[in-house]
């Protein structure tokens, strides 16, 4: 009998023993290497415990999900990426993934994209294919009557390898509403304009010219035309249309039959054109009020203002002949 209760103490230390030594003692207290380890969303403990244990983090898996269950985290790990190492206890480990203390990369959406430019950058990112941002464009379209074109606000974003595309979308969006701030929508609305036309103005603006200064005389000078009936007649949603990445325009490119054809059709086109920073978004909505009709950028990227057609023929002349 002695014996017995001899070997059930000796099994409890040695149990006790394993554990401790599972949870608190490091596999490597030495190492500095650091491993870059996955948690996938909707992976359970179990197959998170047993990734680590394969990948040399942890000791023991049954001791990651006793002790994962016993602090009550089991339920908390988030998915994403994180730095570990064999110098880190298990505690440590599961409060490392329990925060979201996890690796972050960054993508930065520049300022006058396409939503194709920003399918094409996101592809070559490794985050989504192109026809995946597309596809999501139609789908809300088709719900909502709006597309995402204009409101994928550019700026740099920091997001985790584990963030789908509609995350970061919805990223992209809420960034955007918070841009628009409540003074923004005010004015907008005293103008009795409305946001999907200040967008379209801000796209067209963006692509049109760089400073904020002349983004704001030409926002002057394509209200003025649409007041007085006027084609817009902007170079860019040719462009747009035709997806060439050049300022130079073929006379039978004006004769395309589009909405956003705005040498064919008079009036705002049909929707964005690229995704517009807030100066060009500001200059929609606080034009600088002027009496030019025209204008035309040089090729140093000065903007030249005209009053008159004739005015405006001669700076052609002048500057891009």
């Given at each position: 009998m002695r014996c017995f209760?001899?070997?059930?103490?000796?099994i409890i230390l040695i149990g006790g023993f394993l554990v401790w030594q599972g949870v608190y003692y490091p596999v490597d207290s030495h190492s500095k290497e650091t491993v870059n380890f996955l948690v996938k969303k909707g992976q359970s403990t179990k197959e998170i415990a047993d990734g680590l244990e394969k990948a040399g983090l942890i000791r023991y898996k049954l001791a990651f999900r006793w002790y994962a269950s016993f602090a009550k985290e089991?339920?908390?790990l988030k998915a994403g990426e994180y730095e570990l190492s064999r110098s880190m206890t298990l505690p440590e480990i599961i409060t490392k993934m329990a925060s979201g203390d996890m690796l972050?990369?960054?993508?930065?959406?520049?300022?006058?994209?396409t939503l194709k430019d920003i399918a094409r950058y996101l592809e070559k990112e490794g985050v989504a294919s192109f026809e995946q941002l597309i596809e999501m464009d139609n789908i809300r379209r088709?719900?909502?009557?709006?597309?995402?074109?204009?409101?994928?606000?550019p700026d740099t974003y920091e997001i985790s390898p584990e963030d789908g595309l509609e995350e970061i979308v919805k990223l992209m969006l809420e960034n955007f509403d918070n841009k628009i701030t409540l003074e923004l929508k005010e004015e907008i609305s005293f103008q009795e304009k409305?946001?999907?036309?200040?967008?379209?103005?801000?796209s067209l603006i963006e692509k049109e010219v760089r400073s904020f200064e002349d983004k704001k005389i030409v926002s002057g000078i394509l209200w003025n035309r649409l007041?007085?009936?006027?084609?817009?007649?902007?170079?860019?949603?040719?462009?747009?249309?035709?997806?060439?990445?050049?300022t130079s325009i073929l006379k039978e490119e004006l004769e395309i039959d589009s909405p956003y054809n705005t040498y064919k059709y008079k009036g705002l086109p049909f929707g964005p054109i690229c995704n517009p920073g807030l100066e060009s978004i500001k200059a929609a909505i606080y034009p600088t009020e002027n009496d030019y009709l025209f204008y035309l950028s040089t090729l140093e990227g000065e903007t030249i203002f005209s009053k008159t057609l004739k005015e405006h023929n001669e700076a052609i002349n002048k500057y891009l002949r």
């Open positions: 209760i001899t070997l059930i103490i000796a089991g339920n908390t972050k990369r960054k993508i930065t959406i520049i300022e006058g994209w088709a719900e909502t009557g709006i597309g995402l074109e204009g409101y994928l606000f409305n946001l999907s036309k200040i967008i379209i103005m801000a007041k007085i009936g006027m084609p817009l007649q902007v170079d860019s949603t040719i462009t747009y249309l035709t997806n060439k990445k050049t």
